[in-house]
């Protein structure tokens, strides 16, 4: 008889791409082809990150990035990762990285139709200390197939993003992924022994739980609108009488581990100001958070409508339950 509690049929990520894409009817199995390349990269980005003391591959390089940020050591190797398995896989036209100041454009021999924005290792500040970090990404297809590939292929609105996804190293490796119009969002967790991703999220939808995550240390550069928010999760509105209970209070500092909380328990995530960035964190992570049931927005419009202007352009972010992130949207509104 069959055993409840032993997992005894499992789906690989693999075999779970390929019969979604056979349903699509002008797939030629490159967008399969692209996302097995990625998910080799997050195996093998994990196995680094998962022995880099033991490699001595932790720390700083010394240098700082376009962004002007101290970059680590394993800032570089995800980066060099994940730019020779995406050229290698003959399906990108161009690569926008976090590390990289610009984009790059695969040479014609290695050519393909996708454009991948990605953030190699996200939270890198929490490496050395062994707190989860991740890998982001944001899959476009080119506007033209005969045509040049340009910047104007990948400077468009999150809405025209073909999928998205990332993978968190944490307590166990877990790839989570949604393609566009799917409004699903399903979660793969490997399986080092056989080197599989195995699904064991399916059809991810926002808890409900009542969590707030925000980094209350820049308080003083909040607006109005923030600390309104942030009064009304702790304490209990002007003449409310009987039990009140605040929020809880939880911050990692990864925002893949963040808003990996946020989908499965519920919650409100909220990078407010201009630190993060629209293509590799903002667009990839409002497709999920939507995808799973959930709302992502800038405060004042919805994220993925906007259009970035440069690419490593920022934006403040607020994402999670939509009735918690409508709250926020109306403090602004009565803001302006
Ligand atoms: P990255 O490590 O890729 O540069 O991203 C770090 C980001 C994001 O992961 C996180 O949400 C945010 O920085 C944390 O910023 P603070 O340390 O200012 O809270
Ligand atoms: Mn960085
Ligand atoms: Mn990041
Ligand atoms: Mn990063």
């Not at 025209?160 to 190293?169: D, F, I, L, N, T």
């Amino acid at each position: 008889t069959k055993r409840e509690d032993l997992r005894t049929d499992f789906v690989t990520l693999t075999n779970d791409i390929l019969q979604r894409q056979q349903h699509q009817p002008q797939a030629k199995g490159d967008l399969t082809i692209l996302l097995s390349a990625i998910s080799s990269a997050c195996k093998w980005i994990s196995n680094v990150v998962r022995k880099a003391e033991l490699l001595k591959v932790i720390g700083v390089t010394g240098g700082t990035n376009v962004q002007n940020e101290n970059v680590q050591k394993l800032d570089i190797l995800s980066n060099q990762i994940m730019c020779n398995l995406l050229r290698d896989s003959g399906k990108t036209a161009i690569l926008v990285s976090e590390e990289d100041d610009d984009a790059i454009f695969i040479e014609d021999g290695k050519k393909g139709f996708y454009c991948v924005c990605f953030d190699p290792l996200d939270g890198s500040s929490n490496i050395d200390c062994g707190v989860s970090i991740g890998t982001i990404f944001g899959i476009y297809r080119v506007k033209d197939t005969h045509g040049k590939p340009s910047l104007a292929d990948v400077l468009r609105p999150g809405t025209e993003m073909v999928a998205a996804g990332y993978c968190m190293y944490g307590s166990s490796t877990v790839l989570v992924l949604t393609f566009q119009g799917s409004n699903e969002v399903n979660g793969y967790t490997l399986d080092p022994h056989i080197g599989e991703f195995v699904l064991t999220h399916r059809n991810m939808k926002l808890g409900k739980k009542k969590i707030y995550s925000i980094n209350e240390g820049n308080e003083s550069t909040f607006d109005d609108a923030i600390k309104g928010y942030l009064k009304s999760v702790k304490y209990p509105p002007p003449g409310h009488t009987g039990k009140f209970t605040p929020y809880s209070a939880r911050y990692v500092g990864s925002m893949v581990a963040d808003v990996h909380r946020t989908i499965l328990y519920g919650g409100i995530f909220m990078y407010p100001g201009g630190k993060l960035r629209i293509l590799y964190e903002c667009f990839p992570m409002s497709l999920l958070v939507e995808a799973a049931g959930g709302k992502a927005s800038t405060g004042r419009k919805r994220m993925l409508e906007v259009t970035p202007e440069s690419l490593h352009a920022r934006s403040g972010i607020i994402l999670g339950t939509k009735e918690e992130v409508d709250k926020v949207e109306e403090l602004y509104k009565q803001l302006d």
